[in-house]
């Protein structure tokens, strides 16, 4: 029962350059999510896609990148890495009906010096 | 866009009962949820409210009043382990959920 499972967990960049962050999960959701969370912001979407092939913005959206190839994988991508995206990011996965409960990986804690 | 109103921070005794507002401006509103996430650790879902009026499961209740865009999440037998942060968070979309958060709500619960 492994959920969602992101990797790296932790991952130090030096400014320029560029990463990306893996999600995967198991639960055969169709929605996913990429969130950061910075200390008094709470959680902000950064990207989502709603199904294989299909991505969108969400509220944070510059200087990231993001695929969904593989129903069961999102992957973010920073290009050029900033300090500004020190962060930790979350991924999180749900079905479009009900209650739509995100499960959460773990999180990814990036640093950029 | 939307936002989301929620106090910073809340303290209350061990075995209090203690209430955390959440107000919301948003489009395309399906659902009001909660969750709780400890210091280091991941978001968990504890809620959800699509229709006016109360939720309960177990120690915790959430209320969902969709005409004054207001919610509330009602603890109760506050306990040393309730010590978290809770956000509210809004469902929406058209063609597409997503979830977008409110900046939380420290809990500090007190022996």
């Known amino acids: 029962n492994a959920g969602v499972t992101q990797t790296p967990k932790f991952r130090v960049l030096k400014t320029g350059q560029s990463m990306t962050l893996l999600c995967a999960q198991d639960?055969?959701?169709?929605?996913m999510y990429w969130y950061r969370q910075d200390p008094g912001m709470g959680l902000r979407l950064i990207h989502y896609?709603?199904?294989?092939?299909?991505?969108a913005k969400g509220e944070v959206p510059d200087g990231y990148n993001v695929s969904r190839l593989k129903k069961q994988n999102f992957l973010l991508g920073l290009e050029s890495a900033a300090p500004s995206q020190t962060s930790v990011y979350f991924c999180?996965?749900?079905?479009?009906?009900?209650?739509?409960?995100?499960?959460f990986g773990e999180g990814s804690r990036l640093t950029v010096l | 866009g939307q936002s989301l109103e929620q106090p910073s921070e809340v303290t209350a005794v061990e075995g209090a009962i203690v209430q955390i507002n959440c107000t919301y401006q948003?489009?395309?509103?399906?659902?009001l949820s909660w969750y709780q996430q400890h210091d280091g650790g991941a978001p968990t879902f504890l809620s959800y409210?699509?229709?006016?009026g109360l939720e309960e499961t177990g120690r915790f209740s959430s209320f969902l009043s969709r005409s004054d865009s207001y919610g509330y999440l009602l603890l109760q037998e506050l306990q040393m382990k309730d010590s978290a942060s809770y956000f509210c968070?809004?469902?929406?979309?058209?063609?597409?959920?997503?979830?977008?958060f409110g900046a939380g709500t420290r809990l500090f619960v007190k022996a």
């Open positions: 999180a996965s749900t079905l479009p009906a009900g209650a739509g409960e995100l499960f």
């Open positions: 639960m055969n959701h169709e929605y």
């Open positions: 896609s709603v199904g294989e092939g299909t991505t």
């Open positions: 948003t489009s395309g509103f399906y659902g």
């Open positions: 409210n699509a229709l006016d």
């Open positions: 968070a809004v469902r929406v979309g058209t063609g597409g959920f997503k979830t977008i």
